[in-house]
């Protein structure tokens, strides 16, 4: 089979690994969305939103249901006011952790002979999640919520373009795989021509034992079994016609983009099945060792594969 080359053609293919933020502020409110995104059998939708920001749950579900179709998706919001509509509150947790790891480094330094600078409560109150701005729910006017209404929908369309721009480099690495896997069908095609030179000899030792067993006499009805279980061992050609007809279909589905993640997960399953029985069928050397190949390359594929939406 021979493949055409791409040219120029635009790739749509999406991937489910992405990540986008988008900072702003509005009415003395700065806020910080945050989305990252990676592979999940469906869409899992997993938000983050500080205390008085429960309004807006609905509205990023549907900016992002609207655009994703699968993915496990985090979606983090963080806000600070510099004014009395806020409230700084210590979190006994995040301290603990924070100790706790700061103790651990300290004694693995001093264990390698290193001497730590000591630290304060300012570089303590300082570490990530440590102190969490709480939002006063009276702060949070109907003109900052839809700020943040609106900029969480350009989230949602900045983590589809991270999202496609990933698809975009999983398109070019699949199709080169499967550039690869029509080279690998049509050396296995000429290893199965060159095979085929060779099985009138092992047709001749068949019949050879046959007549033995039988003192000489033939056994028609055992003679046509063996020739005809003989074939059968030996022809691969369907095999390698449903190998060229999944190449044909896996570079049209990553061509065409979309939500085709379940359909190239289950052509990598019969692109497995179709390597297994040419391995099985191979009686050669040459014909083996490609059937392997295959194998590599279709793990390969696989491995890409789970990341596309």
């Known amino acids: 089979m021979t493949v055409a080359a791409e040219g120029s053609d635009q790739m749509t293919l999406m991937s489910m690994t ?26 899992d939708l997993r938000l983050r939103l500080p205390e008085g920001a429960e309004a807006l749950d609905p509205l990023v579900r549907q900016a992002f249901g609207a655009v994703l179709s699968r993915g496990n998706v985090t979606v ?5 006011r510099r ?37 304060n409560a300012a570089d303590l109150l300082g570490l990530r999640g440590v102190l969490e701005v709480e939002m006063d729910p009276a702060a949070m006017q109907e003109e900052v919520q839809a700020a943040l209404a609106a900029a969480a929908a350009e989230l949602a369309a900045a983590l589809v373009e991270s999202r496609r721009e990933e698809g975009a480099a999983l398109a070019t690495i699949l199709l080169g795989q499967l550039h690869r896997m029509a080279e690998l069908v049509a050396a296995a095609r000429s290893a199965a021509e060159a095979r085929a030179g060779r099985t009138g000899v092992l047709l001749r030792q068949r019949v050879e034992a046959l007549l033995e067993a039988t003192g000489g006499v033939p056994d028609e009805a055992r003679l046509a079994q063996e020739l005809a279980l003989l074939a059968v061992k030996a022809d691969v050609s369907e095999e390698l016609d449903r190998l060229d007809a999944h190449v044909a279909a896996g570079i049209s589905l990553v061509k065409g983009g979309g939500t085709v993640g379940r359909r190239l997960d ?19 050397s040459e014909l083996t060792s490609v059937a392997l190949e295959m194998k590599v390359v279709i793990d390969q594929m696989r491995e890409q594969v789970q990341n596309v939406e």
């Open 18 to 43: 992405g990540h986008a933020d988008r900072t702003g502020e509005t009415g003395g409110v700065s806020w910080t969305w945050e989305a990252r995104s990676v592979n999940g059998r469906g869409l």
């Open 76 to 80: 983090t919001l963080r806000l600070g």
């Open 83 to 119: 004014d009395a509509g806020s409230m700084v509150r210590l979190n006994p947790e995040a301290l603990a952790a924070a100790l706790q790891a700061a103790r651990t480094a300290a004694a693995a330094a001093q264990e390698a002979g290193l001497a730590l600078a000591p630290m």
């Open 266 to 284: 289950f052509l990598m399953q019969e692109f497995n099945r179709e390597a297994n029985t040419l391995a099985s069928k191979a009686q050669s």
